[in-house]
């Protein structure tokens, strides 16, 4: 499922490598939070491609300086983890969020306009 998950955002394999290796020398408690936002932004991320590895790279940045400093994981992630799940997200859905609307706009455009010359026949 993971592999599946991997090929539909498109991440380059070495730099997911690299993010999971940086992962892996996290402290316990540091990992397992991580690797259960991890879980979520595969399941529910829009980020696609370099947008996604960044997104990666970004949270291990993160979790590595708090690890550093010795900050509970709540400091990171707060009373509602899926409120910062969803907001450390949403900096990251700009490009493909953008072509989405623009794929859904040209779609309705082009069946409005097929059916309008389907009509007029």
């Given at each position: ?6 090929r ?9 490598s690299?993010?999971r290796?940086r992962v892996t020398?996290?402290?316990q ?16 991320g829009r980020?696609e491609?370099?947008?996604a590895?960044?997104?990666?790279e970004?949270?291990?940045?993160l979790?590595e300086?708090?690890?550093?400093l ?15 799940v969803?907001?450390f997200l949403s900096n ?6 953008l ?11 082009d069946?409005?306009?097929?059916a ?6």
């Amino acid at each position: 499922m993971l592999i599946t998950q991997l090929r539909a955002i498109d991440i380059d394999d070495g730099r997911w490598s690299d993010y999971r290796a940086r992962v892996t020398t996290l402290p316990q408690s540091y990992r397992a939070v991580v690797e259960a936002i991890e879980q979520y932004l595969l399941a529910f991320g829009r980020a696609e491609g370099d947008e996604a590895a960044r997104m990666f790279e970004d949270l291990a940045d993160l979790f590595e300086q708090c690890a550093a400093l010795t900050a509970p994981v709540t400091t990171i992630v707060g009373s509602d983890p899926a409120a910062f799940v969803e907001e450390f997200l949403s900096n990251y859905r700009g490009d493909t969020l953008l072509r989405a609307q623009q794929l859904l706009t040209h779609a309705l455009a082009d069946a409005c306009t097929t059916a309008a010359l389907q009509s007029s026949r």
